[in-house]
């Protein structure tokens, strides 16, 4: 068993990411933009924020690519990746220095009522309406109110420890 650290001035960013890295969260891309401005990011921080309107929030660093774009656009797509979608998962993380319109290669994707881009095969697809950004500390909070949504059945695809896992199971 592991001690319990204790940091009297405050948490140190190795051990809060340590315990956030013990937490599996679904992985998403999240789309922005139209034609060559289209770029996008891979999250794990997206979640439901009412049902009644329905609403989302996403959380993107203050230094993202996309965030220029989502806020110039006021819109935004969360796709819930497939478990078969993991390089795409990379492409949008920037791997191999992947940026802007590339993401979107070796992909099909489709628009949504904003114009933002769903990614065909996605287990789902939230296309939003930005309604805020919230800025704290080192990243922005977008609220996006929900113009139309797509799902699809089959096991998604999660981030655990550094690694994407299938949830098969599902």
């Given at each position: 068993?592991?001690?319990?650290?204790?940091?009297?001035?405050?948490?140190?960013?190795?051990?809060?990411k340590e315990a956030?890295?013990?937490?599996?969260?679904?992985?998403?891309?999240?789309?922005?933009?139209?034609?060559?401005?289209?770029?996008?990011?891979?999250?794990?921080?997206?979640?439901?924020?009412?049902?009644?309107?329905?609403?989302?929030?996403?959380?993107?660093?203050?230094?993202?690519?996309?965030?220029?774009?989502?806020?110039?656009?006021?819109?935004?797509?969360?796709?819930a990746l497939a478990?078969?979608?993991?390089?795409?998962?990379?492409?949008?993380?920037?791997?191999?220095?992947?940026?802007?319109?590339?993401?979107?290669?070796?992909?099909?994707?489709?628009?949504?009522?904003?114009?933002?881009?769903?990614?065909?095969?996605?287990?789902?697809?939230?296309?939003?309406?930005?309604?805020?950004?919230?800025e704290r500390h080192?990243?922005?909070?977008?609220?996006?109110?929900?113009?139309?949504?797509?799902?699809?059945?089959?096991?998604?695809?999660?981030?655990?420890?550094?690694?994407?896992?299938?949830?098969?199971?599902?």
């Amino acid at each position: 068993m592991n001690a319990i650290v204790n940091h009297p001035v405050g948490i140190e960013a190795p051990s809060f990411k340590e315990a956030m890295r013990q937490i599996a969260g679904g992985v998403c891309v999240i789309t922005a933009g139209i034609d060559e401005e289209r770029t996008g990011l891979t999250v794990t921080s997206a979640a439901s924020l009412s049902v009644e309107p329905p609403a989302m929030i996403v959380c993107i660093n203050k230094d993202a690519s996309a965030l220029p774009i989502i806020k110039r656009r006021r819109h935004f797509c969360v796709n819930a990746l497939a478990a078969h979608h993991r390089p795409v998962a990379d492409r949008f993380a920037g791997r191999h220095g992947v940026k802007g319109a590339a993401r979107y290669d070796e992909a099909r994707w489709s628009a949504m009522t904003t114009g933002a881009l769903a990614l065909d095969g996605a287990v789902a697809s939230i296309d939003c309406e930005l309604e805020e950004l919230l800025e704290r500390h080192s990243h922005v909070i977008a609220i996006g109110a929900v113009r139309a949504v797509r799902v699809l059945p089959g096991p998604p695809l999660v981030y655990r420890q550094g690694q994407y896992r299938s949830l098969a199971a599902f």
